[in-house]
């Protein structure tokens, strides 16, 4: 069952540093582009995915074509795509063993998520960390004690 207890959301977006981000978008007024600049500002590394603008740079970051092409471990994947096309994705992060697989809001794939928690991952779906990172008071990790 996909993480929707405040604590345990807090507990992974303190602890993440490393985000790939799949559905990257260079457009900014494209929600995931929003979210990129978000979780910078706030302090994550976030590695853009998106095989269309694979090889090219997205705010300060290389792009990469899929999870399997990123150049280092990430400690969550957050996705940005149509539920329909999440199914390749989770497979791939299952088998990379990405701690933390986020569906964002309206990305709802049940078969997908129970695959990934029988793997180990950890879920979360139908939240966006943009609205969850104000919501429980999380400061950037410049300002953390």
Same mark, same amino acid.
């Given at each position: ?87 390749? %994705? $989770?497979? #791939? +992060?299952? =088998? ?6 986020? /569906?964002? @809001?309206? %990305? $709802?794939? #049940? +078969?997908? =998520? ?6 180990? /991952?950890? @879920? ?22």
């Amino acid at each position: 069952m996909p993480v929707h207890h405040p604590d345990q959301i807090r507990t992974l977006l303190e602890t993440a540093r490393t985000i790939a981000l799949v559905g990257a978008s260079e457009k900014p007024r494209r929600p995931s582009h929003e979210v990129m600049v978000f979780l910078q500002h706030q302090g994550y590394r976030v590695i853009p995915v998106n095989p269309r603008l694979a090889g090219q740079t997205l705010l300060g970051e290389t792009v990469h074509a899929d999870l399997t092409s990123l150049p280092e471990p990430v400690d969550m994947a957050d996705l940005f795509l149509a539920p329909a096309r999440t199914d390749a %994705v $989770i497979d #791939e +992060a299952i =088998a990379l063993n990405i701690p933390v697989l986020w /569906l964002q @809001v309206g %990305v $709802i794939n #049940e +078969a997908g =998520a129970a695959r990934a928690e029988a793997a180990g /991952l950890t @879920v979360v779906m139908d939240r966006c960390p943009k609205q969850e990172i104000p919501k429980l008071g999380i400061r950037p990790m410049a300002f953390r004690a």
